[in-house]
């Protein structure tokens, strides 16, 4: 009888030990690394892309915890798997050689290129062969421009740094999203700087980047079928549309 009791502890033990462990790893909410974008991520709370998280959130039933940080920073927690996502991702900040799981595209970043107002706007990579192009270190930008030793790369901290650059001369073509570009403009107050809003200079495309585990790979599914919910239903443009 005295060994029964015993068993039944020992079982009750490993239960309570169970429910502990389970409600643990639950109450450790999935870490997406980010980094400031104006308007689309202004801080852990707000930004049109902080609110389509928590629509994703209510619709998989999931909690996500956010964590902005710089940009080349995030990366790195991301590589080193300290966090679980990696948002919004493009294949150009991807880690060269790392294997990640992507959920699929809910946007495509539009590029623009802008120059002192009487240079011609280029419309191509060959267009920055030979010139000096300003860009945002730890944003993401296609290879053919960081990676064609005939284009001469000028990095910058910051979009503002890089429409300074501009300015003085130091650079001839930045590169940059238009709303980070025109934000960069209105604080440096840098009228002659001008761009084609209606011709991108390249598209990007944009998603979320899970690490290559069974974990990552259900969160990626859950969120491509909402990601391809929230389109056909045509709610998507409230979040990646700048009014």
Not at 69 to 95: C, D, E, H, W
Not at 105 to 123: E, N, R, S, W
Not at 197 to 207: G, M, R, T
Request: with cysteine; charged share 20%; net charge positive.
């Amino acid at each position: 009888m005295s060994g029964t009791r015993y068993l039944i502890k020992c079982l009750l033990a490993l239960c309570a030990a169970f429910l502990m462990f389970s409600s643990s790893a639950i109450a450790r909410d999935p870490v997406i690394s980010t980094w400031h974008i104006p308007f689309y991520l202004e801080d852990e709370n707000n930004g049109s892309f902080i609110e389509m998280i928590r629509e994703i959130e209510n619709r998989i039933q999931h909690k996500f915890e956010i964590q902005i940080l710089p940009a080349k920073r995030s990366i790195s927690y991301f590589k080193k798997g300290m966090t679980s996502v990696l948002f919004p991702a493009m294949q150009p900040n991807i880690p060269e050689g790392m294997k990640v799981v992507r959920s699929v595209p809910f946007m495509k970043k539009a590029i623009y290129a802008f120059v002192l107002k009487g240079d011609p706007i280029p419309t191509s990579f060959e267009d920055l062969f030979g010139k000096k192009v300003g860009l945002v270190r730890g944003y993401a930008y296609p290879d053919e421009v960081t990676n064609d030793k005939r284009i001469e790369v000028q990095y910058a901290t910051m979009a503002a740094q890089s429409m300074k650059k501009l300015q003085v001369g130091w650079a001839d073509v930045v590169l940059d999203d238009i709303v980070v570009g025109k934000d960069a403009i209105n604080k440096t107050q840098a009228l002659n700087i001008v761009f084609n809003a209606n011709a991108p200079f390249a598209l990007v495309d944009v998603f979320f980047a899970f690490h290559p585990t069974p974990e990552g790979e259900l969160l990626a599914q859950k969120i491509s079928n909402v990601l391809i919910q929230m389109q056909v239903e045509g709610n998507m443009t409230r979040f990646i549309s700048r009014p």
